[in-house]
């Protein structure tokens, strides 16, 4: 079992940056790949970001690659997103995940942290 809690959500005007965190817990992540999805209101799920936390291969939604990254801090246990150059459309429901292997889908998440991009 895998225990995920976001942080960092807020209001942060057109063109400025944010960063999320997510702090994980339970079992060894060493062969976990580690994300982020979002959800605006009225729209489906949509995925953001993924890491794989042994060796740090990244993966990112042609919407936020260039300015978005994610990275993870071993000794911490901690994944973090750093969005910069943010649009209203960002704005969104922010939640970390987790999942075993790249074949399965993602069985762990987080209770969600909001973002609000203002114009």
């Known amino acids: 079992q895998v225990h995920l809690v976001e942080s960092g959500g807020g209001l942060v005007q057109a063109g400025g940056s944010l960063r999320l965190s997510c702090a994980a817990s339970?079992?060894?992540?060493?062969?976990?790949?580690m994300g982020w999805f979002r959800q605006a209101p009225g729209k489906e799920r949509e995925f953001v970001a993924e890491i794989r936390w042994s060796g740090g291969t990244t993966y990112y939604s042609a919407s936020v690659k260039g300015r978005f990254t994610i990275s993870r801090e071993y000794a911490k246990n901690m994944v973090y997103l750093q969005m910069n150059s943010l649009k209203p459309e960002d704005t969104a429901v922010y939640y970390c995940?987790?999942?075993?292997?790249?074949?399965?889908?993602?069985?762990?998440w987080g209770q969600g942290t909001q973002v609000t991009v203002s114009s």
């Open positions: 995940v987790a999942r075993l292997t790249s074949s399965e889908e993602y069985n762990y």
């Open positions: 339970g079992r060894t992540l060493s062969s976990y790949y």
